[in-house]
């Protein structure tokens, strides 16, 4: 495996965000005031409290869809250093991440349009789906083989 | 001299410095930042305008998810940018660099441009913190989740307007978001060079 600071930096950076994402419920915050945790993640979440998991009665700080990418993220890019040479030059990651993106378009499209109503578990599972690939596709240039499959 | 020897040395003579770097990601994160600035003031008058429906789908919700979106892809463009106009050989780390600095681009320029709209319009903030507040209070729940729900979104809406704030909380997740993107773009878009690190 080469890059390996690269790697331990941005997993210990994923992790924190991971962390972070659950919000004033897990950091001792309270249930009447804005937790630190919420101006973090402002800027690329809306945030919805009704579209948030909650822990201990208190919304995370970022809606379930984000949560799932944010544990897909992490979860795959844990995982990298087992997969390392299987990855190495693997299109695969990069189609499923093609996927993932048109099933994120078409679930907020349909829920938009009110053609069904999506669930946190619903959104946290198509979040998920999205952040793996990413890390996984990211994950391909980490073989000491890897010729970028081109 | 055989063919690989001869590419090597015209990649070291021709090894592109820090400026080929933030051509990349000015041009992108400006672009990026003006992108998802009209955006969403086009959405937030938007809300300012709409009757209070109680849909959760609202025009401010939508933004929120756009701008994200938007702003998350722009460290895989501006790597591609950098592919197509400097060279296709990069490393990993560049790739990352330039996915973080367009990330924080996008933060700086977003927050200059936010602080130029509060000269045009003052009142944007009241006035969309009132829209948010009446579609809250049209929600079909009771009062005591609608009234936690309303001030947690006020107060977000609230909250975005420090420049502290925006670039100290923007910068770091923002980037990281596009450093992710910008080693995918890496992976899809780049030639790897032989490298040690």
Redesign the interface.
């Known amino acids: 495996m080469q890059h390996k600071w690269l790697y331990a930096g941005v997993l210990a950076a994923l992790a924190a965000l991971v962390l972070f994402s659950l919000g004033g419920g897990f950091w001792g915050g309270e249930a009447t005031a804005r937790h630190w945790t919420h101006n973090l993640f402002y800027g690329i979440c809306h945030q919805i409290p009704e579209r948030s998991f909650h822990l201990n009665e208190i919304p995370m700080a970022v809606n379930s869809r984000c949560f799932g990418i944010f544990a897909g993220l992490f979860a795959a890019w844990a995982a990298i250093p087992l997969f390392t040479r299987r990855l190495s030059g693997n299109p695969w990651p990069a189609r499923i991440l093609l996927v993932a993106v048109m099933l994120q378009i078409l679930d907020y499209s349909g829920n938009v349009m009110q053609l069904w109503e999506n669930t946190n578990s619903s959104r946290f599972v198509l979040g998920f789906i999205l952040g793996a690939p990413a890390s996984l596709t990211a994950g391909t240039l980490f073989s000491t083989n890897n010729h970028n499959g081109k | 001299m055989d063919t690989e020897q001869m590419s090597t040395g015209q990649l070291d003579s021709n090894k592109p410095g820090l400026s080929d770097f933030w051509q990349s990601v000015v041009i992108v994160g400006v672009i990026f930042s003006v992108v998802s600035f009209i955006i969403g003031l086009f959405l937030g008058y938007r809300q300012i305008a709409a009757e209070p429906t109680g849909s ?2 609202s025009p ?6 756009v ?2 979106l938007v ?2 892809v722009a460290g895989a463009v501006a790597v591609w940018h950098y592919t197509r106009e400097v060279t296709q050989y990069l490393k ?2 560049q790739g ?1 660099l330039i996915g973080f600095l367009t990330g924080a681009v996008i ?1 700086v320029v ?1 927050v200059i441009l936010n602080e130029i709209w509060m000269l045009v319009d003052p009142d944007y903030t009241e006035k969309m913190i009132e829209a948010v507040i009446a579609n809250v209070e049209a929600m079909d ?1 009771p009062q005591s989740a609608r009234d ?2 309303a001030d ?2 006020a ?2 809406v609230r ?2 307007q420090s420049i502290t ?2 670039l100290f ?2 910068i ?3 980037g ?2 596009n ?3 910008g ?2 773009a ?3 878009f ?3 060079e032989e ?1 040690t ?1």
């Open positions: 959760l789908i401010m919700m939508i933004s929120g998810v701008i994200c702003t998350c990993l780390g990352a933060v977003s729940m936690d729900m947690a979104m107060e977000s909250s975005s704030q925006q909380w923007g770091p997740i923002t990281l978001l450093l992710v993107t080693m995918i890496t992976a899809i780049g030639k790897k490298e690190f």
